[in-house]
Structures are given as structure tokens and as C-alpha cells.
């Protein structure tokens, strides 16, 4: 992985789907020392235990023809939606505290779903964007793959 350059009062935003991190560096711009601001956690747990029913059938509207609806995925769901609570999160802390630039810190999935729900505002202050799982690493473990 390439060095990625985390300006000195940065936030490095690490996420997936069901956790997020607000990470500042605090130390200057050659170094990287990395401190947590936020933790988001969401609890979504299997769509086996978050659907109450079997999918639904379809009637054709001409003729006896009958298909299965495809069955929802909850956990799908709840996933985008919490990539866009968290990416409302990250507009409001970066302008309550003035933030110049952010890194985001993400596997791929999880950076579609962020770029698609960050506001403008945050796509302007955005200085890089690594496609890696990073979430449930310790600090000193994704400073290391950072630096």
C-alpha cells in the first residue's frame, strides 16, 4: 500500500457497515498519531433473525402464472442506512470543529455507499480514500497500513 499523507488535525473516518471510527491526528504533518474522536456501532443482526416471514408470491394479472418475490435483506438494508447516518455524523463534526481535510478509510463496498451519502461539503474536504478493512484494528495497527 501506498504511504497516504493525514495532515496534522485530519480525521481519518475507518468504516464498514456496521462500525465507524473518527480518528484525528494529532500529530504534525509528517508523523501520525492517531487518536479516536467518535465510535459509531450499529446492531444489525442477521436478516434470518430480522424478517418475520417467507417471501411473498406474485400473481401474473393474465393467466394462472405465480413467482416468488425475491425475500429482503434487512441486514443489506440497515447497512446502507447506516453508512448514511454515519456520513451525516461526519458533516456535522467536521463543521462543528472546523475540519480541513479527511481521509476515509473503508472496504469497497462500504466507500461506495460513503461517497454516494456524504454531503458536499465533506466531498470537498476528502484528501484520500484507502479501500481496505481497517475497523476492527487496533490504533497502532492502522497508523502501520497508513504510514
Known amino acids: 500500500m501506498s504511504k497516504v499523507h493525514i ?4 480525521i481519518a473516518f475507518v468504516g464498514n457497515g456496521r462500525k465507524a471510527l ?29 424478517g418475520t416471514d417467507r ?8 393467466g394462472p402464472g405465480r413467482s416468488a418475490l425475491e ?3 434487512w441486514h443489506d438494508l440497515e447497512e446502507h442506512g447506516f453508512a448514511r447516518a454515519v456520513a451525516d455524523a461526519l458533516e456535522t463534526y ?12 473503508a472496504p469497497p463496498r462500504a466507500l461506495a455507499d460513503l461517497r454516494r451519502a456524504c454531503h458536499e461539503s465533506i466531498k470537498g474536504c476528502i484528501v484520500a480514500e484507502v479501500d481496505k478493512e481497517l475497523t ?12
Open 7 to 10: 495532515p496534522h488535525d485530519a
Open 22 to 50: 473518527f480518528l484525528r491526528n494529532h500529530a504534525d504533518d509528517q508523523y501520525l498519531d492517531l487518536k479516536t474522536e467518535r465510535v459509531f456501532v450499529d446492531h444489525n443482526p442477521p436478516t434470518h433473525e430480522q
Open 55 to 62: 417471501p411473498g408470491r406474485a400473481f401474473a394479472s393474465i
Open 71 to 73: 425475500p429482503t435483506d
Open 94 to 105: 467536521v463543521r462543528q470543529h472546523s475540519v480541513k481535510a479527511v481521509v476515509i478509510i
Open 136 to 147: 476492527n484494528q487496533p490504533l497502532d495497527e492502522i497508523e502501520k497500513h497508513l504510514r
